[in-house]
């Protein structure tokens, strides 16, 4: 059974702090690692990593993959409120038959950013 | 496009009742999927499909049933309702391609139960 696992579980900083998110998985015949952010409503997109040492950046936010220790981060630098939200990580493998496209979802971090 | 849309946007069910929450995609995205989000959780999995017809359990299937009968509808019917099942309810969409994992969620049915 595929797994997937988050830490920290939640996490309170200062704005102008750095974060780092982390993400453990173990899933039959690995295809992605997927981030989301999820304000008060449906997560929404932030980066697919399939390949292993490659960082994706958009902004402040940075992630990279290691498929050899099964692990993924999520930095965040010069966190502002906005960032306030629930960080998940998601996996999608291939067990074989309609299993294509099935993501798998950890419990997520909640981070929440004081000013 | 509208994406993904989700109805009813909230709901309140007495013990013992039945509802469909309903979900439509616009984008011609083959798969699709139904997910419970309880409150300071992750996302847990249960129906999906893969096309018109085709419909399978996720990990959390007890109490609910799905049907897909046409690419744009997979709506997700709640028998009997029991206080487990409130929860948030999101509908996601996503291509039917190996090597893009990226699913679409529409706004969510917030289901209380009591």
């Known amino acids: 059974e595929d797994k997937v696992v988050q830490s920290p579980l939640s996490l309170v900083v200062h704005e102008g702090d750095t974060v780092t998110l982390n993400c453990s998985y173990e899933?039959?015949?690995?295809?992605?690692l997927l981030w989301y952010k999820q304000e008060k409503k449906a997560p929404t997109f932030l980066f697919m990593l399939?390949?292993?040492?490659i960082e994706k950046k958009s902004g402040r936010l940075s992630s990279i993959l290691d498929k050899k220790e099964l692990f993924s981060i999520l930095n965040i630098t010069a966190t502002q409120t906005g960032d306030s939200a629930i960080y998940l990580c998601?996996?999608?493998?291939?067990?074989?038959?309609?299993?294509?496209?099935?993501?798998?979802f950890g419990q997520g971090t909640i981070l929440t950013v004081h000013p | 496009n509208a994406g993904v849309t989700q109805t009813p946007k909230f709901r309140i069910l007495k013990i013992g009742q039945s509802m469909t929450l309903q979900c439509t995609q616009d984008?011609?995205?083959?798969?699709m999927y139904w997910y419970r989000q309880d409150p300071g959780m992750g996302l847990k999995l249960i129906y999906y499909s893969v096309g018109a017809g085709i419909t399978d359990k996720g990990e959390v299937p007890n109490g609910y049933n799905v049907s897909r009968s046409t690419t744009e509808d997979f709506p997700l019917r709640l028998e009997l309702a029991a206080p487990s099942q409130t929860s948030v309810y999101f509908c996601?969409?996503?291509?039917?391609?190996?090597?893009?994992?990226?699913?679409?969620f529409g706004p969510g049915t917030r289901l209380t139960v009591t």
């Open positions: 984008m011609n995205h083959n798969y």
């Open positions: 399939t390949s292993s040492g």
């Open positions: 998601a996996v999608g493998g291939n067990a074989g038959g309609t299993s294509y496209g099935k993501l798998t």
């Open positions: 996601a969409s996503s291509y039917s391609n190996s090597y893009s994992y990226e699913q679409y």
């Open positions: 899933v039959t015949n690995f295809r992605s």
